[in-house]
């Protein structure tokens, strides 16, 4: 990439009104990918504007003719699922196979909009009177403001904007900081598939652009996904303010279930896949491990063999099981928090942080390089490093006595509930947890990662507020009309309600 490439914005691409610009930079080698101009608030207004002004053509069209374009968007990303899977590596440090795992969840998104286009869009619902012809249906609520992170910088974009789109609305979007060259590639596939002006708008830039899409009154939904200080500012901003929604998914302090029942092999290679994948920065990993205590020291002692060794390297290289931290801020993090546990008690047993020299590759020695870091602890309502999410590969062992209700009380102590996963081979534990762990995303005999599009994505408490992903945004971003027709000349109400009309000379 040599030039400083623009926001797309009414149809053009445009430098916008600020001056400043920034950079894409590599994680694993701290080499500059691209440079990029700084969106500002006015340029969101002028994004806002563009995508107000083209809703009504928008929605002239039907569902399917809308559902064009992302099909031509979808045969772009699923033509250039490597390439693109590569930029992915490189711009967010993911290892290949995660980077082109975002690709693919991407056009599944996509196929998934573009497919339910030709679904029925709505109810029809039967009313108390027989002469009454009930129906829900469904409109677009106008212009949507998208704010995406970057650990998907593929694939939470089209869970933001593929329905979004198909359903009538118009979007602005603005990626995360750390990921725009995904950001350009994404809107030159929106432009090749020849979207209409307006229709789509990107703004690079960073929190103070997002901002500005939230604060922006023509924005009728603002989707996010990132991170929980964030959301829970944009949730209660939002909330303020009459017919304006925001739907959005945030972090977690998530947790795998090991009870005396698991299947050992199962429990250590789940845990180590919610834990490790992604480097430890997905919403859903996993950064407390509850235990039971007759399976406990055969479980440690396999998962620390397993943490010491697994792979850090080159992203880019088939053989790597952890990339780099996707930025400083993010090192530093990691290091604050493995310090707190330290100081709240921790027993270490696999202190990676500081990686050996000769364990990073060749050409690489500018990037964000740390390795596992696994503690056990005593569990206590009082530890900030049990309850506070770090986003890395921080991990606490935590042993429990007693039956399953017990472990899930442990899980539960978080101000989080996104993802979790309980390891038994015991139906009637797998049930309790069902039932019991506050969670929007569970699973029993897996790593509490690996979402499908086809299944609601999301969390409770303080992970989320709505669903700004997969199939339920469709909630998020479509109003829906109780539209009730008489077929009768006579109007007849429901629950027995009288329809005369008295009038004072009635008796
Ligand atoms: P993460 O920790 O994953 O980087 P953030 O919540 O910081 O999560 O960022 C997610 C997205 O939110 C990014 O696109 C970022 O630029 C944007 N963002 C950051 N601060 C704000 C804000 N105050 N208002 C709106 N968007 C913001």
């Not at 949730?235 to 303020?240: D, I, L, M, R």
């Not at 996963?421 to 990662?449: F, H, K, M, V, W």
Request: contains cysteine.
């Amino acid at each position: 990439m040599a030039d400083t490439y623009q926001h797309y914005i009414g149809g053009e691409w445009t430098d916008g009104e600020g001056s400043e610009t920034f950079t894409s930079t590599n994680p694993a080698t701290g080499e500059t990918l691209g440079e990029f101009h700084r969106g500002t608030p006015a340029d969101v207004e002028r994004a806002v504007e563009a995508a107000d002004a083209a809703e009504e053509e928008w929605q002239t069209l039907s569902h399917i003719d809308r559902a064009e374009y992302l099909w031509d968007v979808y045969h772009e990303l699923r033509d250039r699922t490597d390439e693109l899977a590569e930029v992915v590596t490189k711009e967010c440090g993911k290892e290949i196979s995660e980077g082109r795992a975002d690709v693919v969840e991407a056009y599944h998104m996509v196929e998934w909009a573009a497919g339910d286009a030709r679904h029925p869009k709505g109810d029809v619902v039967p009313s108390e009177i027989p002469e009454k012809d009930a129906y829900m249906r469904r409109k677009p609520r106008g212009v949507v403001g998208c704010i995406t992170p970057w650990n998907f910088p593929v694939a939470i974009p089209f869970w933001h904007m593929a329905v979004a789109l198909v359903e009538g609305n118009t979007v602005v979007w603005k990626p995360a900081e750390q990921t725009p060259w995904c950001g350009q590639i994404i809107a030159e596939m929106m432009v090749d598939a020849g979207i209409p002006d307006g229709v789509f708008n990107l703004v690079q830039g960073f929190g103070d652009a997002g901002n500005a899409i939230v604060e922006d009154d023509a924005v009728d939904t603002v989707l996010f996904t990132g991170s929980s200080e964030v959301g829970q500012g944009i949730a209660s901003k939002v909330g303020g303010e009459p017919g304006k929604l925001a739907a959005c998914e945030m972090g977690g302090k998530n947790a795998v279930v090991v009870t005396e029942a698991a299947d050992l092999d199962i429990a250590v290679h789940s845990a180590v896949m919610s834990s490790f994948k992604t480097t430890g920065q997905r919403c859903v990993s996993s950064e407390r491990l509850i235990v039971h205590e007759d399976v406990y020291d055969e479980f440690k002692q396999r998962f620390v063999d397993v943490a010491e060794s697994v792979a850090v390297g080159d992203p880019l290289s088939e053989d790597t099981f952890m990339g780099p931290l996707v930025d400083d801020d993010q090192v530093e993090k990691f290091g604050k928090y493995n310090d707190l546990a330290r100081q709240e008690g921790a027993n270490v047993l696999v202190d990676r942080e500081d990686l050996d020299p000769e364990e990073i590759p060749d050409g690489h020695e500018d990037g964000h390089w740390v390795g596992p870091f696994v503690y056990e602890i005593d569990y206590s309502p009082d530890l900030r490093c049990i309850h506070e999410e770090v986003f890395g590969p921080h991990v606490a062992l935590l042993e429990y006595s007693g039956d399953v209700e017990r472990a899930v009380e442990i899980h539960n102590d978080t101000p989080y509930g996104l993802a979790g996963a309980i390891i038994s081979e015991d139906y009637r534990q797998i049930n309790y947890y069902r039932d019991n762990a506050e969670l929007g995303l569970a699973y029993g005999n897996l790593p509490c990662i690996g979402a499908e599009v086809q299944l609601p994505f999301g969390g409770v408490k303080k992970s989320g507020n709505g669903y700004p992903s997969a199939r339920e945004v469709i909630e998020a971003v479509t109003e829906r009309t109780a539209w009730t027709l008489n077929n009768s000349k006579d109007i007849q109400m429901a629950q027995g309600l009288s329809a005369d009309i008295k009038t004072g000379d009635d008796d």
